[in-house]
């Protein structure tokens, strides 16, 4: 079985500061990983996912983030956030080969300050 | 391509009350998901169907919940004699089985409240 562990529950940043949502995963077998964000009282909108190749994935509004075999890790990261960036953010894994069920990570709340 | 789409939004049902959902998906998507979401948690898988067959079925869908998908299109899920501790969102996804591996599409959920 797969898990995800998302290590901050809130994460408080200033407008145009750099941010990082971590996320590491436990599992058996070969993964896909992926991010979502989930704005409020809305479903989830994939920001990037990781299936196999170069380890740096570039995603939507300036996000990226950065497979790490070794730590198990998939951190989020961007640059500089704005205001409208506050929201939830969801650290997912599947079975590699599968395309079967997201196991999702409890989220980390991205709130942005003026 | 209008994306998945849920109904109702919200339902409020009281106690024992049986409720349905009805989830569209994205209308070339083979597969679909449902997912049950409580506040201050991560979506937890539920069940999937391939074209109509129910392949999966988390241990969390108790005898009390049903999903059908007829024909492959829709879906809807039931839950009988409802109690408080289903109130959560119940997110549908939608994916195509492709060589570029899977990306589930979510609709918006249905936020259920048992009074």
């Known amino acids: 079985a797969q898990s995800v562990t998302q290590l901050d529950s809130q994460v408080p940043v200033f407008e145009e500061a750099p941010v990082e949502l971590r996320c590491n995963y436990s599992?058996?077998?070969?993964?896909?990983l992926f991010w979502y964000v989930q704005y409020p009282n809305q479903g989830l909108q994939l920001l990037l996912k990781?299936?196999?190749?170069?380890?740096l994935v570039k995603g939507i509004n300036g996000f990226e983030a950065e497979f790490n075999k070794s730590q198990t890790s998939f951190h989020l990261r961007k640059p500089s956030v704005h205001i409208s960036d506050t929201a939830e953010y969801f650290c997912?894994?599947?079975?590699?080969?599968?395309?079967?069920?997201?196991?999702f990570g409890s989220g980390t709340q991205l709130t942005v300050l003026p | 391509d209008t994306g998945v789409s849920q109904d109702p939004r919200h339902k409020i049902t009281k106690r024992g009350q049986n409720v349905t959902f009805r989830c569209d998906p994205i209308?070339?998507?083979?597969?679909l998901y449902w997912y049950r979401q409580t506040l201050g948690q991560g979506p937890e898988f539920l069940t999937y169907?391939?074209?109509?067959?129910?392949?999966?079925k988390s241990r969390l869908l108790s005898d009390r919940f049903s999903a059908e998908r007829p024909k492959g299109s829709f879906s809807t899920l039931e839950i009988q004699r409802t109690e408080q501790g289903d109130s959560a969102m119940y997110l549908c996804?939608?994916?195509?089985?492709?060589?570029?591996?899977?990306?589930?599409?979510f609709g918006q959920g249905t936020r259920l409240t048992v009074v």
């Open positions: 599992s058996s077998v070969s993964v896909y």
């Open positions: 209308s070339e998507h083979n597969r």
């Open positions: 997912a894994v599947s079975v590699s080969g599968s395309a079967r069920q997201l196991t």
């Open positions: 169907f391939q074209n109509e067959a129910q392949l999966e």
């Open positions: 990781y299936l196999s190749g170069s380890t």
């Open positions: 996804a939608s994916s195509l089985v492709s060589r570029e591996g899977p990306e589930a599409f």
